[in-house]
C-alpha cells in the first residue's frame, strides 16, 4: 500500500465514494445495539460518519491523511454531538498494535480494505483480539472471482479474497454469521463482493 497514491486519490475529486455509507454496512449494522466502533481504513469517513450520527463511538484509521481530513471537514458541518464522537487517527492499520486505539470494540469494520493474504491474516486476527464479548467484525471487499467473472476494482489478484479465505483468517476464533459472496450492480455490471460477519462469543 502507498499512502501516497491515496492522497493522490482523495485529492482528486470531491468525495471519491460519495457521502452515503455503504449499503451493506446499513443492512448489517443498523439492528446492533450502539457502542464503540473501529473503522480499519476509513477513507474520507462515510461510514465513520454514519456510525457515530447513530450514537457510536467511533475510532476511523486509515494512512491517508487527506482521507482523514476529508473525512474530519465533513463530520465538521454535522452537529457537535455526532462530531464529537468520532477519533479521527492516521495510522497504518496493518500495525494495529501500535495504533493509540481504545477498545475492546462492539463493532469492527473492514471495508474493501485490500491487502496481500500476509497483511490481511494479520488485520483479521487482530481485529478478532479486540472484539468485545458479542462484538461483530464486518468485513467485505472485492471477491477473487470479481477479477473475471465481476467488473471494477483491483486488478492485482493478490489483495482480492473469498469469504472461505477470511473465515480460514479467523481460525475459528468467531462465530461465523455470515459468509457469502454478493452481487453489487455498478454502471459497468456486477461486481462481485466477499462478505464475511463474524461475532465475539458472548460471555
Not at 449494522?29 to 473503522?39: F, M
Request: aromatic share 4%; net charge negative.
Amino acid at each position: 500500500m502507498d499512502a501516497r497514491v491515496w492522497d493522490e486519490r482523495y485529492a482528486s475529486s470531491e468525495l471519491v465514494w460519495g457521502a452515503p455509507p455503504n449499503a451493506v454496512v446499513v443492512e448489517q449494522v443498523t439492528a446492533l445495539e450502539g457502542g464503540r466502533a473501529l473503522d480499519l481504513g476509513c477513507g474520507e469517513g462515510r461510514n465513520a460518519l454514519w456510525l457515530a450520527s447513530r450514537g457510536w463511538e467511533v475510532d476511523a484509521l486509515d494512512f491517508s491523511q487527506v482521507g482523514i481530513d476529508k473525512g474530519r471537514t465533513v463530520g465538521s458541518k454535522l452537529a457537535r454531538s455526532v462530531r464529537t464522537r468520532i477519533n479521527w487517527l492516521r495510522c497504518d492499520v496493518t500495525r494495529l498494535e501500535s495504533a493509540p486505539v481504545r477498545g475492546p470494540f462492539d463493532l469492527i469494520l473492514m471495508v474493501f480494505l485490500q491487502l496481500k493474504a500476509s497483511e490481511r491474516r494479520t488485520v483479521v486476527q487482530a481485529a478478532a483480539h479486540r472484539l468485545a464479548p458479542g462484538g461483530t467484525l464486518l468485513v467485505l471487499g472485492h471477491d477473487s472471482t470479481n477479477l473475471t467473472a465481476g467488473h471494477g476494482g483491483p486488478s492485482d489478484p493478490e489483495v482480492l479474497f473469498t469469504p472461505d479465505d477470511i473465515v480460514a483468517d479467523l481460525g475459528g476464533e468467531l462465530d461465523i454469521a455470515i459468509a457469502e459472496r454478493r452481487r453489487r450492480p455498478t454502471a459497468a455490471g456486477d461486481a462481485i463482493d466477499a462478505l464475511v460477519a463474524a461475532r465475539s462469543p458472548a460471555r
